[in-house]
């Protein structure tokens, strides 16, 4: 067990086991490289976020392997062109922000489920391939690019700005002929 406090925490990388426990900061937790499997992060035992960020700065094609257990992730590699993939249907409890870098699927079929907000920010691309995506909103801004799932994109609440997709001028929707659907029954701006 590994306990982190409400400070900043640095790793180069972070591989929990099985039977591991990482109680991680109520601040943000940065990974700045991989181990020497090619992940920046891989959780196979527990990750408690405790309300905390999750930040990768990786400065190389990764894999990252988080399942359910980060609270907010943000995506930022120093190298705009370098590619994160998630290797197994990922749920963030919280936000995903992705300011750099692309952020795709090992598996055009896994899945990824954010609860909270998604920003694709700057040079950022989220990649969704053909497996599911679901969003509780969705802000692409400047320079962002969001490649949707050939599937379904499925959008589930409205933002702090009461949007609940907002594509800025400069950023990017790819369709890729999927389906977006709104599932929320609350008032404001779809779009």
């Known amino acids: 067990t590994l306990t982190g406090s409400s400070g900043a925490m640095s790793f180069g990388s972070l591989t929990i086991a099985s039977g591991g426990t990482y109680s991680a900061t109520s601040g943000t ?3 700045t490289s991989e181990a020497s ?3 920046a992060i891989e959780v196979s035992g527990t990750y408690t976020h ?3 960020t999750l930040k990768i700065t990786t400065d190389n094609n990764t894999f990252v392997k988080i399942l359910d257990d980060v609270n907010h992730l943000i995506i930022e590699p120093a190298t705009a062109t370098r590619v994160y993939e998630w290797v197994s249907n990922v749920t963030i409890q919280g936000d995903l922000t992705i300011n750099a870098g692309r952020f795709a699927h090992y598996s055009p079929l896994f899945s990824l489920d954010v609860q909270g907000d998604c920003a694709v920010n700057n040079t950022g691309i989220l990649d ?3 497996g599911s995506i679901e969003l509780g909103s969705l802000t692409i801004a400047s320079g962002g690019e969001y490649r949707a799932t050939t599937g ?3 959008l589930t609440n409205f933002n702090s700005s009461n949007n609940i997709l907002n594509v800025s001028s400069g950023g990017t929707f790819t369709h890729n002929n999927g389906t977006v659907k709104v599932t929320t029954n609350s008032s404001g701006k779809y779009f």
């Open 50 to 52: 405790n309300s905390g």
């Open 128 to 130: 969704g391939g053909s």
């Open 152 to 154: 379904i994109t499925t």
């Open 37 to 39: 499997s090619n992940y």
């Open 29 to 31: 937790t940065t990974i």
